[in-house]
């Protein structure tokens, strides 16, 4: 008789719960409609907020299970299928240091310990609001945000551009085979002038970045400087620790490559597209699937072939 009453006891609480649960989602769902017809901009933002929320949750989990399966099957992170490996790219503690999922949860503190006081919640709607890009984290732009502040991000990139080929061009000088040295000053202009070499072209001078001047032990501190900034690194560190974040960035994305080259490009969706050629350099919020494609498709033609060091040319 009193397990009947514990089994009556806890069908009553699951009952409650499930009402109570349907009562909340009923008037949040009112809640929502009102916001939408009175307040539409409001409720754009909103609605983006609780999306983020979601996604956000879902990531962690996702990023959980990988590691759980590495565990388990004792693979590294080398190993994985390209869309686990470039979950987990963005865990942080990875060794490139700028994974940004790392980002996103050290520029969402501030807006944490802004919350903590009493009534302080108007506060950060207020600071959100005027300083989205500064101050939320990826999971809570909106689609024109992303567009926007992925642009912002580029224009950053885009002005180290000129300094790491003028760097390339001043250490061509140094060269000891003349035909080489010819070859890649050549390229810096055309680079200079606005056009874009062919793979073939890239292949032919990957030597020359095996060992000095160009090696990545050899670059001049300033040259290291402007690769950071062009990979969204820090530049502000010791010259060492710099070639070393280096290493490990190209390291990674050379792992990717060959991950991605596994699976295939044509697998892959049109959000997976650009995030891998803005990842390596191109700015792709504008372009469209086959333009995507073929980049990459020129990109893997590259990396695909490096061997050893002369992977720094990437």
């Known amino acids: 008789r009193s397990a009947l009453c514990c089994l009556s006891t806890k069908a009553g609480s699951r009952s409650v719960l499930a009402a109570l649960a349907s009562k909340a989602k009923h008037i949040n769902g009112r809640y929502e409609r009102f916001l939408e017809k009175t307040f539409p901009r409001f409720y ?14 879902l990531e962690v989990k996702e990023i959980r299970k990988i590691k759980s399966k590495m565990s388990h099957q004792r693979l590294s ?9 470039e979950r987990l790219r963005q865990v942080p503690g990875r060794r490139s240091g700028r994974g940004l999922f790392r980002r996103d949860v050290i520029k969402a503190i501030p807006i944490g310990v802004i919350a903590i006081p009493p009534f302080a919640n108007f506060l950060v709607i207020v600071l959100m609001y005027f300083f989205p890009r500064q101050l939320l984290i990826r999971y ?13 991000y580029d224009a950053i990139r885009r002005d180290s551009y000129p300094d790491v080929v003028k760097s390339i061009a001043l250490a061509a000088r140094s060269l000891p085979e003349p035909q080489l040295q010819k070859r890649l000053q050549e390229l810096c202009a055309e680079v200079q002038r606005g056009s874009q070499p062919r793979v073939a ?3 032919a001078v990957r030597s020359l970045f095996s060992g000095s001047p160009l090696g990545l032990n050899k670059l001049q501190v300033s040259h290291v400087r402007a690769l950071s900034q062009v990979l ?23 792992h990717l490559d ?5 699976l295939g490009l044509g697998q892959l969706s049109e959000e997976e597209l650009k995030a891998a050629c803005y990842l390596r350099g191109l700015n792709s919020t504008h372009l469209g699937m086959s333009e995507c494609r073929a980049w990459l498709e020129q990109w893997l033609g590259l990396s695909c072939k490096l061997q050893g060091t ?4 990437l």
């Open 232 to 254: 969204f690194l820090t530049p502000h560190l010791p010259a060492f620790f710099l070639r070393h974040r280096l290493r490990s960035h190209v390291l990674e994305i050379r």
């Open 44 to 57: 754009v933002l909103y609605a983006t907020f609780t999306k983020g929320i979601q996604a956000l949750f």
């Open 140 to 152: 809570f732009w909106t689609p024109n945000q992303q567009v926007e502040f992925l642009d912002a």
């Open 77 to 85: 992170v080398h190993q994985l299928p390209y869309r686990e490996m």
């Open 258 to 262: 060959r991950a991605m080259l596994r």
């Open 201 to 203: 072209e890239l292949y």
């Open 310 to 313: 002369a992977r720094q040319l």
